[in-house]
């Protein structure tokens, strides 16, 4: 099967063609995914996109791209990456922005996987009023869910390719030639926000400000909450089984 798992379209430029990928998938899902940093929604996003055929949009990496451009950054890119150095989540209104930018997504065909927003209540009702003007509806929102100690754990060994951008960890997920990635031969690095001062502080923001989301979508029919203790396929074989349960379309 074709990887689609190239986040290149979303991050490099709003408006970037997407690359139209054979087969069609069975049918297109329209996906959100929540969980604290660290409880994996990254490396389910790419296993995701891989079996569904769906585009992985992230709003982190897409602040991480413009982190590694060499391009002039903007006054709001600049404040953006304050904020993320801190741990802090980036002002509603500049994120907002930047996925009205490529909002084209939310009508492909393919589907869609949001990772990393909406974070905020603000956001959830500013994706709804997108979604509601092109006409589309969430399939679903997944929530992955694991104790703190164990967020911790994964989040100080994750690596990331600087490159491609996959995801790796030291112990349970160590690529095979150390500090390389297996992908691209990109080298591998910590991300400036796992460092612990960090980690406290992005876990503080997640219950204060992304667990509302939970209870916002739980009434609006959509969560779907799925325990991310234990390997990687496992956490995604759970997840296709509740997806492939899912009637088409019920709510946005
Ligand atoms: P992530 O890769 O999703 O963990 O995002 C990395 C960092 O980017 C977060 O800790 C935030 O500082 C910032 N960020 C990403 N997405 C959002 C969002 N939807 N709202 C606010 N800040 C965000």
Same mark, same amino acid.
């Given at each position: 099967?074709?990887?689609?798992?190239?986040?290149?379209?979303?991050?490099?430029?709003?408006?970037?063609?997407?690359?139209?990928?054979?087969?069609?998938?069975?049918?297109?899902?329209?996906?959100?995914?929540?969980?604290?940093?660290?409880?994996?929604?990254?490396?389910?996003?790419?296993?995701?996109?891989?079996?569904?055929?769906?585009?992985?949009?992230?709003?982190?990496?897409?602040?991480?791209?413009?982190?590694?451009?060499?391009?002039?950054?903007?006054?709001?890119?600049?404040? &953006? !990456?304050?904020?993320?150095?801190?741990? +802090? @989540?980036?002002?509603?209104? =500049? *994120?907002?922005?930047?996925?009205?930018? %490529?909002?084209?997504?939310?009508?492909?065909?393919?589907?869609?996987?949001?990772?990393?927003?909406?974070?905020?209540?603000?956001?959830?009702?500013?994706?709804?009023?997108?979604?509601?003007?092109?006409?589309? &509806? !969430?399939?679903?929102?997944?929530?992955? +869910? @694991?104790?703190?100690?164990? =967020? *911790?754990?994964?989040?100080?060994?994750? %690596?990331?390719?600087?490159?491609?951008?996959?995801?790796?960890?030291?112990?349970?997920?160590?690529?095979?030639?150390?500090?390389?990635?297996?992908?691209?031969?990109?080298?591998?690095?910590?991300?400036?926000?796992?460092?612990?001062?960090?980690?406290?502080?992005? @876990?503080?923001?997640?219950?204060?400000?992304?667990?509302?989301?939970?209870?916002?979508?739980?009434?609006?029919?959509?969560?779907?909450?799925?325990?991310?203790?234990?390997?990687?396929?496992?956490?995604?074989?759970?997840?296709?089984?509740?997806?492939?349960?899912?009637?088409?379309?019920?709510?946005?």
């Amino acid at each position: 099967m074709t990887s689609i798992s190239n986040k290149a379209a979303w991050v490099d430029e709003p408006q970037q063609p997407c690359v139209k990928y054979m087969p069609f998938p069975k049918r297109p899902y329209r996906l959100v995914l929540l969980g604290a940093p660290g409880v994996g929604k990254g490396t389910q996003a790419d296993l995701l996109c891989q079996e569904l055929l769906t585009c992985h949009l992230s709003t982190g990496e897409v602040f991480r791209a413009i982190k590694d451009s060499d391009r002039e950054k903007t006054a709001a890119q600049k404040e &953006a !990456l304050a904020y993320i150095k801190r741990g +802090e @989540l980036v002002p509603d209104e =500049i *994120v907002i922005d930047m996925v009205r930018e %490529r909002s084209d997504c939310f009508v492909c065909e393919y589907g869609f996987i949001l990772d990393g927003f909406p974070r905020t209540l603000p956001q959830a009702a500013a994706l709804r009023t997108m979604l509601g003007e092109v006409d589309v &509806a !969430l399939d679903a929102v997944i929530t992955y +869910e @694991l104790p703190k100690e164990v =967020i *911790v754990d994964r989040l100080s060994g994750r %690596r990331m390719c600087s490159n491609c951008r996959t995801n790796y960890h030291i112990e349970y997920k160590p690529p095979l030639q150390d500090g390389v990635c297996d992908r691209c031969a990109g080298p591998l690095v910590q991300r400036e926000d796992d460092r612990p001062e960090s980690v406290v502080v992005r @876990l503080e923001e997640y219950q204060e400000s992304t667990e509302p989301l939970i209870q916002y979508y739980r009434k609006a029919g959509l969560l779907m909450q799925i325990s991310a203790m234990g390997d990687p396929q496992s956490v995604f074989r759970k997840t296709m089984g509740m997806l492939e349960r899912l009637p088409s379309v019920v709510g946005s």
